[in-house]
């Protein structure tokens, strides 16, 4: 499956953004979804993951309560929406997909294809 993220952008402290990841060539609901994210110097560290139905969801103890996943799969598409924003959470957002009807995992290692990254920036 070929993925791709977007929607990053630069906002402030306490702000919100809402990335997208839209997927093509191949049946997109056969597919969980995980999101990534590197900052600079650092590895690439798991964020949030959904399932290939929606039916079951995780975010790392870093961003839960701020960012919801969630996906419509009649439109390839899995959102993370983004609030309260820290400046920790900048970095370069990557979307991966893994053919599995399973739960999901924040695991870089577990998935198999990869989108292009998105950059996020939080600075005021």
């Known amino acids: 499956v070929q993925l791709q993220a977007s929607g990053g952008g630069t906002v402030q402290p306490g702000g919100s953004l809402r990335l997208s990841c839209t997927a093509s060539g191949s049946i997109f609901g056969d597919n969980a979804i995980g999101w990534f994210r590197q900052a600079p110097g650092k590895e690439r560290e798991g964020v949030s993951c959904?399932?290939?139905?929606?039916?079951?969801?995780y975010h790392t103890s870093a961003v839960k309560g701020r960012f919801t996943i969630s996906r419509d799969n009649a439109k390839s598409t899995v959102w993370l929406q983004m609030d309260s924003l820290k400046p920790e959470d900048a970095g370069v957002y990557y979307c991966?997909?893994?053919?599995?009807?399973?739960?999901?995992?924040?695991?870089?290692?577990?998935?198999?294809?990869w989108g292009q990254g998105t950059l996020v920036t939080v600075s005021s």
């Open positions: 959904i399932s290939h139905n929606g039916g079951s969801t």
């Open positions: 991966a997909a893994r053919e599995i009807e399973a739960a999901c995992s924040v695991a870089a290692v577990w998935y198999r294809d």
